[in-house]
């Protein structure tokens, strides 16, 4: 009766959850445009151009990024094996304990939890999940940039996790070695008919099944044994494998073996059951609104993603699929870790500089969760520091289109007055080159102007630069200063352009060429693989070889 009750109620809230859930994502806009549709053409048309692209010629590219990417998570491995295996170990653990465990009974004809290959498995898929979860907890606590983004949420969710299976592990332990068990299980089918067959088959489960009965409870003797493998083949072993196939299940019980009796005193079996289940069902209950609805929404939006380019979509699909978006992510860190302008948190006290905390901030500011005046002021400065290089979209595993995000971010941020302003980095970093200092190009290209500068090869790839401003956001001299235009000329990405334009006097004549600490951040930071500090480095040299000799710079 209790666990009828707390089922319903479980499935309650969870499609309670998920109806409110789908409410918001019909309601919540994110950019000026999204606010011209109702949430009937909305639904209606994400429903038509789902259906359109799954009945045309994308419906196989759908299908391969609903297996690639969202079950196998390949854009996961692309950055990260470790977070590749760790997300992996958690949804097929999770999956394998959903399907053939809590939903066993009712998915799987004749289903017996303590027969192989069931046993087995519910082992196997509770000791992947919870590997995944520590590999999880590790990798936050190993990287400053995770742990530095790690909220109650992910604490609270991965606690779940290991509450449920380790409350699992023990319950199933715990029952091993139980004589409340053995005797329960007794009177439910009712087998025996003799005084002596309890002895007889407790001599049985005490040799081959771990139960720990009280000294002198079950005597020795063969013919005793005998007796009770009898009864065993008879009445047991259609329904019970050998505990050891519970290989984690089983070391434990070996190890609670000397508190058998206490354990059933306390009825330890009961109170691990009620833990176990009630984590399970509030874990359902709970899921909307927890990082997990993304093994739901997460291979749905990768599929829309390949279905229909963002530029192509549905105006008003648009708007729903942005709303969407800020309930698949899955809080991995991936686009923090590798943001091109991560490294700016350590001079600037402003975590939404982050994508995944921007992330955040942008749903509590669309949803009316915060003071809005207050978090318009934050999300500008984070807002204007992306530097837009599209690494953080290319990484999510689960697909959000993160850049779209940002820049209907942007357009809210200018609708409301809050644009751009000349105490962030991005507007500091941002302006061109050619018009912080009057000078003549050299016509020549750019390999011809490399030699003519007497540049090395690996200097060279200055040629690769496209403007990002990742390293001007990284360097801590820039950082030093307030306007760090005025003191410094250029900063470090303009003096990458400034030589692919053939531009040598703002390169070799720049304050930033001479105040460059050689500290390689920038050089580490970019995406393109431009060696930025040994550039500076070759120009300070050459310029100083060229004062030598009485050039000017």
């Known amino acids: 009766m209790f666990f009828d009750l707390v089922l319903y109620i479980s499935l309650a809230l969870l499609a309670l959850g998920l109806a409110y859930k789908l409410g918001r994502w019909l309601k919540t806009s994110i950019g000026p445009e999204s606010r011209n549709y109702t949430p009937a053409q909305r639904l209606s048309a994400s429903l038509k151009g789902l259906g359109q692209a799954l009945s045309s010629r994308r ?6 990024a609903l297996v690639l990417d969202g079950l196998f998570q390949r854009r996961s491995l692309t950055h990260s094996r470790w977070a590749w295996a760790a997300h992996m170990l958690i949804f097929w653990g999770m999956m394998g304990l ?77 029952k091993i070695i139980s004589v409340r068990t053995f005797d329960s299980m007794i009177e439910e089918y009712g087998m025996l008919s003799e ?14 099944y771990g139960v720990v009965f009280p000294e002198g409870e079950v005597p020795p003797g063969d013919e005793l044994m005998d007796q009770g493998m009898a009864l065993h083949e008879d009445s047991c072993l259609d329904c019970h494998d050998m505990p050891q196939w519970a290989f984690a299940s089983w070391p434990l019980s070996r190890l609670m073996a000397p508190m058998a009796g206490w354990l059933d005193d306390i009825q330890a079996v009961a109170w691990l059951w009620y833990i176990h289940i009630l984590a399970a069902f509030a874990g359902l209950a709970i899921l909307p609104f927890s990082k997990f609805l993304h093994i739901f929404t997460g291979p749905l939006l990768l599929m829309i993603r390949v279905a229909v380019p963002r530029e192509e979509m549905d105006p008003a699909a648009k708007a729903m699929v942005r709303a969407l978006e800020l309930d698949v992510c899955t809080h991995c860190g991936a686009c923090s870790v590798h943001c091109s302008v991560a490294e700016a948190v350590k001079h600037v006290p402003n975590l939404t500089v982050l994508p995944s905390e921007k992330l955040i901030a942008l749903g509590r500011l669309a949803r009316g969760k915060t003071d809005y005046g207050e978090m318009l002021k934050v999300m500008r400065q984070g807002s204007y520091m992306c530097t837009s290089c599209l690494r953080c979209t290319r990484l999510c595993p689960v697909g959000i289109n993160l850049q779209d995000l940002w820049f ?23 302006e061109s080159a050619s018009s912080s200092r009057k000078a003549t190009p050299f016509r020549v290209s750019s390999g011809e102007f490399q030699k003519e500068l ?24 820039v950082f030093s200063y307030e306007n760090p235009k005025e003191e410094l000329d250029l900063l470090p990405h303009q003096i990458m352009h400034s030589l692919g334009l053939g531009l040598s006097d703002e390169a070799l004549g720049a304050r930033m060429t001479w105040y460059c600490l050689t500290c390689y951040r920038c050089q580490e930071a970019c995406p393109q693989g431009v060696k930025v500090a040994d550039v500076l480095y070759e120009l300070r040299s050459l310029a100083a070889a060229r004062q030598g000799q009485g050039e000017s710079c």
């Open 59 to 64: 419906a196989g590219p759908m299908l391969a």
């Open 98 to 174: 959903i399907f053939l465990h809590a939903l066993g009974p009712l998915i799987i004809p004749n289903f017996t939890a303590t027969l192989n290959p069931w046993l087995f498995l519910r082992n196997l898929f509770g000791v992947m999940l919870l590997a995944g979860a520590v590999m999880a907890i590790w990798r936050r606590l190993r990287l400053p940039g995770l742990r530095r983004t790690t909220h109650w949420a992910d604490r609270a969710a991965l606690g779940i996790l290991a509450l449920l299976v380790l409350s699992g592990f023990a319950l199933e332990g715990a």
């Open 195 to 208: 005084d002596n067959d309890r002895a007889a088959l407790g001599q049985v489960w005490r040799e081959h």
């Open 408 to 430: 209907a971010m942007k357009d809210d941020l200018e609708e409301v007055g809050f644009g751009p302003t000349t105490r962030t980095v991005a507007n500091k970093a941002g």
């Open 454 to 477: 007497g540049l090395s090869v690996q200097s060279g790839t200055f040629r690769n630069c496209y403007r990002c401003a990742t390293c001007s956001n990284s360097c801590p001299v």
